[in-house]
């Protein structure tokens, strides 16, 4: 296996940086009139076509922790993964068509102005600082992470000098603001589908070849056949992965709010299409939609094929930890490796785009919360549109470089990136979805149970957490527990980010009902039918997103 990056693959990579870079340059230069309205640096406001969205959705989602942790999930527990992916798809249409009006109506711009118009400003700035220590010590030191080290097993370069340059040139697309970052996404997304598949091609062609056959089909037959534990999207309690995938709770459970809170109460996600008409964000996210069914071909079946070639005897020394033992993330960039001169350098610019496509928009978020929502309503109330703008561009820099220097004490490696990311978002999504669903379709929803859920949540799940060693209940209706690495009992993350968002729902109603001013709630939003309509385009789009999942689970179960 040659590990390294050639000559002709640095040629490709610097064309793919060129024109990304070169891209965002002159888009930044046709808009620069307007880069002193913060609505335009941070939202892209009225600009941004249905295909920039919904490009910009996913280069914004796929990075690093899927390119890596995903298929090093496929290596391990096989298509049961791609729920992630699947699952999002119908969840960017119920978005679409439920929470897409409400926020566009009311003019919301940040996740924090719409608690704040919707409770009170406690809620708000509580839920803003749970946003940036989120976004900041999980998702950008996360991505940060994970891809510079992929990028150093491909290309042998240092890992700190990686970091530094993933970080450089994410900030150079963020400083331009979220039109130049919807934009560039585009071009992020060609290289990451083209590059993903050329990768997905490599692998299957390797495993058709590795017993006799040809062509990228056969490798898939072969695969079918040597590992169908791999192709099952639900799993039964005695899978060692349950815990990380607990059967049906994929279809019917936690699954749900993993998707609803991330693709419609996040800012990283919501702030592409929140400066759009309805048509166009309704049209973006169908877009996006569809590329989510696409991603586990590109993401999850090269994991598969890695694991295949490996109980084949291949990849023996490569799949190896530092611990000595099998590390899953490893599968990605040792395929990669395999690849020949030029097409490892499309593969890697592939990867490359969609760690900075992640990193840029991630740190624009958390430049949009900080400013508008921070440090507007604390520090400088009457600060102009150019200081905003100006606050927004040091907090982006700050915020990468803080993600740098913190990473690596995480122990996002140990754990699988994929998994960490998950399981830490996991202890504040139930309260915070619970929030925005009540205060969307329940005009009793009030502050004391939207402050109650918020910090309920992780206080909750930490709880559960340690739930059945503390009282020995370790099998229940509700849920059954699992004993982990170290020996302990555990309530699968799913099931307790559904337990949680239970207990979150359960709390608000009961405030809510008790307090007789929520009868005539002034804060309760104007929801009425004729919101939710859609074109006929659109229905027939989303109509056969569902046709294919429908088709997919019943091919895989």
């Given at each position: 296996?040659?590990?390294?990056l050639?000559?002709?693959?640095?040629?490709?990579?610097?064309?793919?940086?060129?024109?990304?870079?070169?891209?965002?340059?002159w888009?930044?230069?046709q808009?620069?009139?307007?880069?002193?309205?913060?609505?335009?640096?941070?939202?892209?406001?009225g600009?941004?076509?249905?295909?920039?969205?919904?490009?910009?959705?996913?280069?914004?989602?796929?990075?690093?922790?899927?390119?890596?942790?995903?298929?090093?999930?496929?290596?391990?527990?096989?298509?049961?993964?791609?729920?992630?992916e699947?699952?999002?798809a119908?969840?960017?249409?119920?978005?679409?068509?439920?929470?897409?009006?409400?926020?566009?109506?009311?003019?919301?711009?940040?996740?924090?102005q719409?608690?704040?118009?919707?409770?009170?400003?406690?809620?708000?700035t509580?839920?803003?600082?749970?946003?940036?220590?989120?976004?900041?010590?999980?998702?950008?030191?996360?991505?940060?992470?994970?891809?510079?080290?992929?990028?150093?097993?491909?290309?042998?370069?240092?890992?700190?000098?990686?970091?530094?340059g993933l970080?450089?040139?994410?900030?150079?697309?963020?400083?331009?603001?979220?039109?130049v970052?919807?934009?560039?996404d585009v071009?992020?997304?060609?290289?990451?589908?083209?590059?993903?598949?050329?990768?997905?091609?490599?692998?299957l062609?390797?495993?058709?070849?590795?017993?006799?056959?040809?062509?990228?089909?056969?490798?898939?037959?072969?695969?079918?056949?040597?590992?169908?534990?791999?192709?099952?999207?639900?799993?039964?309690?005695d899978?060692?992965?349950?815990?990380?995938?607990?059967?049906?709770?994929?279809?019917?459970?936690?699954m749900?709010?993993?998707?609803?809170?991330?693709?419609?109460?996040?800012?990283y996600?919501?702030?592409?299409?929140?400066?759009?008409?309805?048509?166009?964000?309704?049209?973006?996210?169908?877009?996006?939609?569809?590329?989510?069914?696409?991603?586990?071909?590109?993401?999850?079946?090269?994991?598969?094929?890695?694991?295949?070639?490996?109980?084949?005897?291949?990849?023996?020394?490569e799949?190896?930890?530092?611990?000595?033992?099998?590390?899953?993330?490893?599968?990605?960039?040792?395929?990669?490796?395999?690849l020949?001169?030029?097409?490892?350098?499309?593969?890697?610019?592939?990867?490359?785009?969609?760690?900075?496509?992640?990193?840029?928009?991630?740190?624009?978020?958390?430049?949009?919360?900080?400013?508008?929502?921070?440090?507007?309503?604390?520090?400088?109330?009457?600060?102009?549109?150019?200081?905003?703008?100006?606050?927004?561009?040091?907090?982006?820099?700050?915020?990468?470089?803080?993600?740098i220097?913190?990473?690596?004490?995480?122990?996002?490696?140990?754990?699988?990136?994929?998994?960490f990311i998950?399981?830490?978002?996991?202890?504040?999504?139930?309260?915070?979805?619970?929030?925005f669903?009540?205060?969307?379709f329940?005009?009793?929803?009030?502050?004391a149970?939207?402050?109650?859920?918020?910090?309920?949540?992780?206080v909750?799940?930490?709880v559960?957490?340690?739930?059945?060693?503390?009282?020995?209940?370790?099998?229940?209706?509700?849920?059954?527990?699992?004993?982990?690495?170290?020996?302990k009992?555990?309530?699968?993350?799913?099931?307790?980010?559904?337990?949680?968002?239970?207990?979150?729902?359960?709390?608000?109603?009961?405030?809510?009902?008790i307090?007789?001013?929520?009868k005539e709630?002034?804060?309760?939003?104007?929801?009425?039918?004729?919101?939710?309509?859609?074109?006929?385009?659109?229905?027939?789009?989303?109509i056969?997103?569902?046709?294919?999942?429908?088709?997919?689970?019943?091919?895989?179960?």
């Amino acid at each position: 296996m040659q590990k390294g990056l050639q000559s002709i693959d640095y040629l490709v990579f610097f064309f793919y940086f060129i024109v990304v870079a070169g891209y965002g340059y002159w888009i930044y230069q046709q808009k620069k009139s307007k880069q002193a309205s913060s609505t335009d640096f941070f939202l892209a406001e009225g600009s941004l076509t249905w295909w920039a969205i919904g490009a910009s959705m996913i280069a914004s989602n796929i990075s690093a922790e899927q390119f890596i942790g995903m298929a090093g999930n496929g290596f391990k527990m096989g298509l049961a993964i791609s729920a992630y992916e699947w699952m999002a798809a119908a969840t960017l249409v119920i978005v679409a068509v439920f929470f897409m009006p409400i926020y566009l109506k009311n003019k919301i711009f940040t996740m924090p102005q719409f608690l704040k118009q919707r409770y009170n400003s406690t809620v708000s700035t509580i839920m803003a600082v749970f946003w940036l220590i989120l976004y900041v010590v999980v998702n950008l030191t996360s991505i940060l992470y994970l891809g510079a080290l992929a990028i150093t097993t491909i290309s042998g370069i240092d890992f700190t000098l990686c970091m530094w340059g993933l970080a450089f040139f994410a900030v150079i697309i963020t400083l331009g603001g979220m039109k130049v970052i919807g934009f560039t996404d585009v071009i992020q997304v060609f290289f990451l589908i083209l590059g993903g598949l050329c990768t997905t091609y490599l692998a299957l062609t390797l495993v058709s070849e590795q017993f006799g056959e040809v062509g990228a089909i056969e490798g898939m037959k072969q695969m079918f056949t040597r590992a169908d534990d791999h192709f099952h999207m639900i799993l039964k309690k005695d899978n060692p992965n349950y815990t990380s995938l607990p059967g049906l709770a994929v279809l019917i459970g936690g699954m749900w709010i993993v998707n609803l809170n991330y693709w419609g109460c996040n800012q990283y996600i919501t702030q592409r299409a929140l400066g759009a008409s309805l048509p166009v964000a309704r049209e973006g996210l169908l877009f996006a939609g569809f590329l989510k069914l696409l991603m586990p071909l590109i993401v999850v079946i090269p994991g598969i094929a890695a694991y295949v070639l490996y109980q084949n005897g291949m990849f023996q020394q490569e799949m190896l930890g530092a611990d000595g033992t099998v590390n899953p993330d490893h599968a990605y960039p040792v395929l990669l490796n395999l690849l020949p001169v030029g097409l490892k350098g499309l593969s890697f610019a592939a990867l490359t785009a969609a760690i900075v496509a992640s990193l840029a928009g991630k740190a624009n978020s958390i430049s949009t919360i900080f400013t508008l929502d921070i440090y507007q309503k604390f520090f400088k109330k009457n600060a102009t549109e150019q200081e905003l703008v100006t606050t927004g561009r040091i907090v982006i820099v700050v915020s990468m470089i803080l993600a740098i220097f913190i990473s690596p004490f995480l122990g996002i490696d140990k754990k699988g990136g994929f998994d960490f990311i998950q399981e830490m978002t996991g202890y504040v999504s139930p309260g915070i979805f619970a929030v925005f669903l009540l205060g969307f379709f329940w005009k009793r929803a009030n502050s004391a149970g939207a402050m109650v859920a918020t910090i309920g949540s992780v206080v909750i799940s930490l709880v559960l957490k340690e739930f059945p060693d503390w009282t020995g209940l370790y099998e229940t209706p509700i849920y059954t527990s699992f004993l982990d690495a170290e020996g302990k009992h555990i309530i699968p993350f799913l099931d307790r980010m559904a337990i949680t968002f239970v207990i979150c729902v359960i709390t608000m109603l009961i405030l809510g009902l008790i307090d007789p001013s929520t009868k005539e709630n002034p804060k309760a939003l104007a929801v009425d039918a004729s919101m939710f309509k859609t074109t006929k385009s659109f229905t027939i789009g989303a109509i056969a997103i569902f046709i294919i999942l429908v088709v997919l689970y019943t091919t895989f179960w």
